[in-house]
Each structure stands twice: as structure tokens, then as C-alpha cells.
């Protein structure tokens, strides 16, 4: 045990190696010397002088003269604790931006509408302009309470592991275990409300980012090779779009809410017109012909149509020819896709390039609005040509059924052409997570799989799994992230410290 340091001691430590080498040079005569100074205290005429006060005790060191290790700890416990706080900050503002400009385009095309509501509307469960204001204000909270708590959650995780385990030694699973436990916040965002899509969304985007890693290593890069396909996003939105327009017209009910309002505002159809088609696909006897031609009625179009159809485009469109209504249908639909995509650019815009925004305003403005009518021209002519290979294919083959409506509906997904390369993959996960899902709710209904149900909530289990491998990619395989997700990432949980050095601290 080592003895306490005195007034001598932060002498040798402070004032010099000389001295200290000169005590050990002397050997014993330096024994000796301080045997003989001890001895003379015994003498009476030195008595006196052991007796006189000490010196007053000197002044506590500064803290440039403490430790590395004593001086750090309080540094270090204020740095965990910003990270933490900025972390939770910036994950709510992300959030309830993202979701609260969303809802402001959505509050604001339906303001402008002005359209009043009938009894009959408002027992189909329409809202009134008041309470969707309401409703968009709690989702905005929810999602900013959501990414908050989570972003919050996961640098709290991964400061405590680092703290307790060291940054070295837990570098290869700290990344993990912490997004794996912030993953529930997803409750947050409502205890009934299930995100089923987004849950596979997120993990179509962890096995992305899984695949590339893969691709770099020896042992599974053949395994992976088959993800490099240069078209392979085309592929994926094609096989994507048939199954969820074919649900969209033969069983809505296999959708998300909120998609299906989606795509029924997008579809440009009617609900009994969607009736129609799903009648003659299903080779069941009209039930509606007179609601449909009450509808065309309503709009001026006066149609009269045959209970022995083979093929539905006079349900669909009318008096117009196909190619003519795809046109018509295309200017419609553009106007219709502005307002979705308008914040989904502008927003980001103003949260990532929040500084180079006041640098160079119409540089990014531009671009911005830009991408959103290259986006709104994608949605336009992939909802308008929907329409057009399903006329095209029932009328080369003079018939309509449910496995020529997925056929027919599969070309659809060219339409990601036109959208640059670097959103493909975004679209066509976000839509093969929409697929799935409807796929499987189809096969539950239909009594093939009987223990669904007993997930209540696997969509929290599915996101804590798939934030788990993000997280974890995001600290140990940077490289495999573009460039733009990378930095907001770090914006908001912080660059990870390096497992090389474990007192590296954020600038």
C-alpha cells in the first residue's frame, strides 16, 4: 500500500527526477543521513524545535496539477450526458418535423378544398377539417416523441456499456444491444397503433445494409453477389406493384389504413367502380352496374354499360379510349402528386442543409424542387399506367381474372425509371414492405397461417431486430451507408468514438 503523499512527495513528483536519482545514488549514505536527522530529535536541545507549529498546510492543487484520470472523469460524465440530451432533441425535432410537415401539406390541401361534409360522409368516417388538425398535431407529437425517446435511448445504452465495459472491449456489440433496447419506442407512437410496414421497411434497409457488408467479405460475397444486380430495384417494385395493386382492387382490406387512403386517392377511382372490376375479375354477377352509372352521371358522362362484359374498361373509363384516359389520367394525377412529394424534399432540406441553405439558397431550393417534380412525374405515370397495361392486357386476351389483374399490374413498377438511381432502392423496399405485408395478411384471412395472431405486437420485435443491425452497421461498417445518411445520422446520435482511443471526445 502506498504511503500518502506529503509536502516532500508532490515535491519528487512535481519538482524533479534530480532529485529523486540523487537520493537513490547515495545508497546508504542517504539511509544514513535521514537515520542520523531522526536520531538528532531524540537529543534534548532539539526537543524544543520538534515542538514549534508546523507550517500551515499548503493550498489545494489546481486541477492542471491533478491526474489525467481524476481531472477527466467529470469532463467525460458532462460529454455523455450532452451526447445524450442533443441526441433526444434531435431525434424529436426530426420527427415531429418529418411527420408535422406532412400533416401541415395534408391539413392544408384539405383546407383549401373547402369542401362541407354530408351526414352520410361523416358516418363513413370522414373527419372534419377541425379534427384533422387535431389528429395531425398528436401524430406530430407521437413521432417526435417516438424518434426522440429512441434516439435518446440508444446513445443512453451506449454511453453506460461504454462506461462500465470500456470502448474497446465492447466496441464489437455495444452498437448492437443498444439498438436492439431502443427499439420499443416505437410504442410510443400510439399502444394500439401497429406499424407492421414500417417494421419491415426498416428491415428490408437492415438487410441492405447486412448484404453489403457481405458483399465485402470472403466468405459470403458469392452468397451476396446476386444483390450487386444492376436493375434488381426494378425488379422488386414490378413484383411489388402486383401484389399491392391487385389487393388495392380485389381485397383493400389486406392494406395499411393509411396506405389504402393512399392509394385510393391516387387510384383516381371510385369505390364502386373498384366494385365493378373486382365483380367481373372475380367472375361474380354485377351487383352495382346502376351506382356506376349514377356515378359517370354525376360527372357529366352519360354511360350505359353491359351486364355481359368481358372486359371492365368501359367501367373504368367510360366513353374514353384507353390511351386517351391514360393521358387525361396523367395530368390528373400530377397535380394530385405535387403536394406528397413537396415536403418530402423541402424538409429534409431544411433539416440537413439547414447551413448550406443560407450559403446557397437557389442551389438547393432548386434542387429540391426539382426532385420533387421528377417524383411527382413518377407517381403520375406509375398510377396512370396501372390503369393502361391492365386495359392493354384484357383486351389482347378478350378476358378478366384475378391472376390477370397481377399479371397486368406487374409492368407498373417500370415506372421507377424515371425517379434517379439513388431513390430506387428506397421506393422499391418501402413498397416490397407494403407487399409483404398484405401478402401475408391475405394468407392469415384465408386460414394458411393460424398462429398470426398470437403476435400482437411482432411489429415492435421486427423494428427492434432490424435497429439493432442498422445501429450496429452504422459504428462498425460506415462505409456501407451513402454519404447523406451518414451525416444525419452522426448529426444526431453523434460520431462514434473510436474503439482505438476510449477517451476520444466529440468536438
Known sequence: MSRPRSDGGMGVATGGPSLANGILANGDSGHRTCESDFRGLDRPGVAGAAAAPLPPPPPPPSPSTLPAGIRRAPDEERRRLRRCVEAATKGFAIGAGLKGGLALFSVLVRLKSRRSLRPSARKAGVFTNEEAVVLALKETLRYGLFLGTFAGAYVSVDEVIAAFGGHRRTAGWRSLIAGLIAGPSMLLTGPNTQHTSLAIYILMRAAVLASRCGIKSERFGGLCRPLTWLHGDIFLMCLSSSQILSAYILKQDSLPSSYKSFLNKHGGKDAVILQGVKEIASSIPFSNLDKIEKYYKSISVDVKLDPNMKVPCSIVHGNQSCSRHFITFLFQEYGRAIPVYLPVYLVPALIVHRQGLLKRPYTILGKSLLGTARSSLFLSVYCASAWAWTCLLFRILKRCNIPMVAIGTFPTGLALLIEKKTRRIEISLYCLARAIESFFTCLA????????????????????????IIMHCYAQEREVFRSKYLNVLDWVFGVPLS?????VKKS
Open 499 to 503: 474503439p482505438d482511443n476510449e477517451h
Open 445 to 468: 384471412d384465408a386460414g394458411l397461417l393460424p398462429q398470426a395472431s398470437k403476435f400482437k405486437r411482432a411489429d415492435v420485435a421486427v423494428f427492434s431486430l432490424a435497429t439493432a
